[in-house]
């Protein structure tokens, strides 16, 4: 009798368990499903520019015909592009425009026969030049940018002042945007990206195009994906991708890899490996920079050099995805995920642990310590050698002992960074929240530098 009323009691508890698992699972979609609801009115902004189209998004509560009147005065938008239907959710595409230069739009905000376009005060956006054109190119690059607030206002507000300081006459304050992932805190909803991203830097939004990268915080809900349009099809150039989880672009004399660290195979032969090699491959460009979220070397808010840390992503990525960038001749890898800046550099051939990290890594020190000049080998076949940045503290800073031997200068300061690419140069500037240059350091290649290095010879 006792016997039976124990096997009752273990059936019931593992009923039990099992319902508690299923109400979990089911709450769980539901919190997800919710979370990931895009709703409500958002500004224009622009995604996936290319040397002549560029991609209009906005969101309104009603579903109306979406209209945009365009062109390339101020004054004169004499051309327009509508909607097909009413949508709430609105994506225009404008094609059929020349190459670097820049354009003046406004939006209908009513779908009625005669619509109310604001245009007094019309928003702008610049093409992207053709891959290859010389030119002086600006990035802007934030990281970890998920929490609103004073930190993440004092950071833009710092690098905006700075780059208005420091202009380049005939050319916009900057021309790519970056970030680094991790863009809404704590689980990528749509009422968090739009605090973090939509509402904190809605100037920049309505005249630059947002180039992200995939985080893991970004990955808790599904808003990520539904938010951007990223070039699956090569549409700004590179190599087709086929995924928006990672996709590559030209900017002038720049190639430009986002990946995924944090969904996609970070295997030497997946899928975005095996695309990683096929799109280097394939570009001309005289500077190669890679980004992800992920840093391979990092000392902070997180530690490279535990396999445990982060689900392994950054160990795999030093591991299998670092050998191919340098192969490739990547000149600079930008990473987030740490919640402070990290420079290594110039490196190549460490695929290992800190303890493992030695001079014969290092293709040049730099001479100085916070404005490190490093000169690319002249000889062709010697090592060419990558800088490896973490900037991952756009809207918070934590703690850490930031001791990493690859990287010499290591600060728990927010900030972000701005990058001037100017023919054989490339000078790239952390600006703290306060303004100031906190590190600088610059690449150099001799003239007609063009990399044949073909991987680690050691």
């Known amino acids: ?48 520019p290319t040397s002549h189209s560029v991609v209009l998004r906005w969101q309104t509560d009603a579903a109306i015909r979406g209209q945009v009147r365009y062109g390339a005065q101020p004054d ?18 404008l094609d059929g425009l020349e190459a670097d230069t820049r354009y003046y739009y406004a939006v209908a905000d009513t779908g009625d026969k005669n619509p109310d376009y604001d245009s007094a005060a019309p928003s702008w956006f610049r093409t992207l030049p053709l891959a290859g054109s010389p030119r002086p190119t600006r990035f802007w690059v934030i990281g970890d940018s998920g929490d609103p607030g004073p930190v993440a206002n004092a950071v833009r507000d710092a690098a905006s002042r700075w780059m208005a300081a420091h202009p380049r006459p005939g050319y916009p304050d900057f021309d790519v945007w970056l970030g680094l992932g991790d863009l809404a805190y704590t689980s990528g909803t749509d009422q968090q990206y739009q605090a973090s991203l939509f509402a904190t830097y809605a100037a920049q939004l309505k005249d630059h195009a947002f180039w992200p990268v995939y985080g893991n915080h970004d990955a808790r809900r599904w808003t990520y994906f539904t938010l951007f349009t990223l070039p699956e099809q090569a549409e700004a150039g590179g190599v087709a991708s086929n995924t928006e989880h990672y996709y590559s ?15 996609s195979s970070r295997a030497a032969d997946g899928e975005m490996a095996q695309w990683l ?27 490279s050099d535990k396999a445990s840390d982060s689900g392994g992503r950054m160990s795999e990525m030093r591991d299998n995805i ?34 493992s990290f030695s001079a014969a890594n290092i293709v040049s020190n730099g001479i100085a310590h916070l404005n490190a000049d490093y000169l690319k080998p002249v000889d062709r076949q010697a090592d060419a050698g990558t800088v490896y940045v973490v900037a991952g503290s756009s809207s918070k800073v934590d703690n850490g002992p930031i001791n990493h031997p690859a990287t010499p200068v290591s600060m728990l300061e927010a900030g972000s ?30 003239a007609g530098y063009q990399s044949s290095y073909a991987g680690c010879k050691r």
């Not at 039976?4 to 499903?33: G, N, P, Q």
């Not at 051309?79 to 225009?92: D, Q, Y």
């Not at 192969?327 to 990290?342: C, I, K, N, P, T």
């Not at 960074?417 to 350091?441: A, C, H, W, Y």
């Open 1 to 48: 009798m006792l016997e039976t009323a124990l096997k009752i009691w273990i059936k019931r508890s593992l009923l039990f368990l099992l319902a508690l698992i299923v109400f979990y699972a089911v709450a769980r979609f539901v919190d997800v499903y919710t979370g990931s609801m895009i709703t409500g009115a958002r500004a224009p902004y622009l995604q996936l």
């Open 76 to 93: 004169q938008l004499d051309k327009t592009a509508s909607e097909a239907g009413p949508e709430t959710l609105h994506s225009l595409a």
């Open 249 to 263: 672009f030209d900017y002038g004399q720049v190639h430009i890899i986002v990946l995924d660290s944090q969904d």
């Open 322 to 355: 670092l050998p191919i960038l340098e192969a490739g001749g990547v000149d600079l890898v930008l990473s987030g995920h740490s919640h402070m800046y990290e420079r290594s550099y110039l490196l190549d051939c460490h695929y290992g642990t800190s303890d």
């Open 417 to 446: 960074l701005v990058i001037d690419i100017d023919g054989e140069q490339m000078t790239t500037r952390f600006i703290n929240n306060k303004g100031e240059v906190r590190d600088q350091f610059s690449i150099r290649k001799p």
């Open 277 to 303: 090699r096929r799109d280097l491959a394939q570009s001309k460009s005289q500077w190669l920079i890679a980004a992800f979220h992920h840093p391979p070397y990092s000392k902070g808010t997180h530690d």
